[in-house]
């Protein structure tokens, strides 16, 4: 029973041409790690208001500098981490061709992905399957694959932790934000969950990303990585390994916020590298509005024109069916 997509053969078959133009080269044998920001979100219900501050300012640094930055103390159960990661390694030992077939064959409107069909050389191909699951569709997707109701339940913790992050942060930005736009605009369901593996890949395909470099679609996304490592991020110019926090879930700034914030808050690329020896797992949850919701500037002159978010993701499939790349916020540049 073979679990794995055919990512070798596709692969090769793929031009190598312009393979490191639009990145730095992928050998990350002198790259150094780094430990993203760390942030104790145990202090925002401490009673104390300075405390409370703190925490809500380390957030914003974070936001601002580094666009990720690491929360502990979240208040998401070990036993709950512990759980959807065995739930996921079951769901993506399904035979391939089950899981292609359940999910109408890599289309896009499917849960399952792999590679990258649309790639039109090595250096838009991803070394990784996922199922890409709507949260409107959870309940679909929980029949299909005969799965648990784990991945329900992680949802419901998941979007109630990042609500608080994201009011912080819309908060700090001042009379543009009005109390109840995020409750309003951005519900469950229309957030995603993306579960990733990233299938060991032999040594002799060196050019070969994990995740190709990108940034994320979203207002904001958790991820939940286990202890392999692989994930980068660009940092002043130059990419960066994120040393993994098995007690923490990374959080990071995805092209909605932005543009909300007109450039304070940074949506920044990151990619994940290969392993030779060892698969990798890891959970994105991405905190999308619902498709007709404006993306708009907070503060004048905007750097990006206004948007809505359906605008958006058509725009990005056109780019991805036409060049094989994403190109996000660049396009709705004023
Ligand atoms: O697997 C990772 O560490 C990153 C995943 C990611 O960037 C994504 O799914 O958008
Ligand atoms: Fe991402």
Known sequence: MDCEPP?????????????ETDEQPI????????????????????????NR??????????????????????????EMLVKLQEEQVKLFQQPFHK????????SPTGFYRWGNLAATSRAHFSWSEA?????????????????????????????ELIQIIAEILADNMG??????????????????????????????????RGLVSHTD???????????IGGLQLMKDGAWICVKPNPNALVINI????????????????????????????????????????VVRSCSQPSIYRDFTFEEFKRQIQFDVRSTGNKIGLPRFLR
């Open 254 to 293: 995805g092209d909605l916020f932005e543009a909300w914030s007109n450039g304070l808050y940074k949506s920044v690329r990151h990619r994940v590298v290969t392993n030779g020896q060892v698969e990798r797992f890891s959970v994105a949850y991405f905190y999308c509005p619902t498709t007709e919701t």
């Open 131 to 159: 199922f890409h699951i709507p949260v409107s569709s959870v309940s679909d997707f929980r029949t299909l694959n005969h799965s648990s109701s784990t991945v329900e339940e992680y949802i419901e913790v998941v979007s």
């Open 53 to 78: 501050k703190e925490c809500e300012k380390e957030i914003i640094e974070a936001a601002k500098e580094w666009g990720f930055f690491q929360v502990v103390n979240h208040g998401i159960c070990k």
């Open 175 to 208: 009379i543009c934000f009005h109390k109840t736009f995020l409750a309003e605009k951005v519900v469950p369901s229309s957030c995603y969950l993306r579960m990733n593996r990233y299938p060991p890949c032999p040594n002799s395909y060196s050019k070969a």
């Open 27 to 50: 050998d990350v044998s002198g790259l150094k790690c780094y430990e993203l920001p760390l942030v104790d979100l145990g202090r925002l219900n401490s009673g104390h208001t300075m």
């Open 7 to 19: 990512l070798a053969q596709v692969f090769l078959n793929l031009p190598a041409t312009n393979i």
């Open 99 to 106: 899981k292609a077939n359940q999910s109408r064959s890599n």
């Open 217 to 227: 679609t979203s207002y904001l996304t958790v991820l939940q990585q286990d202890n």
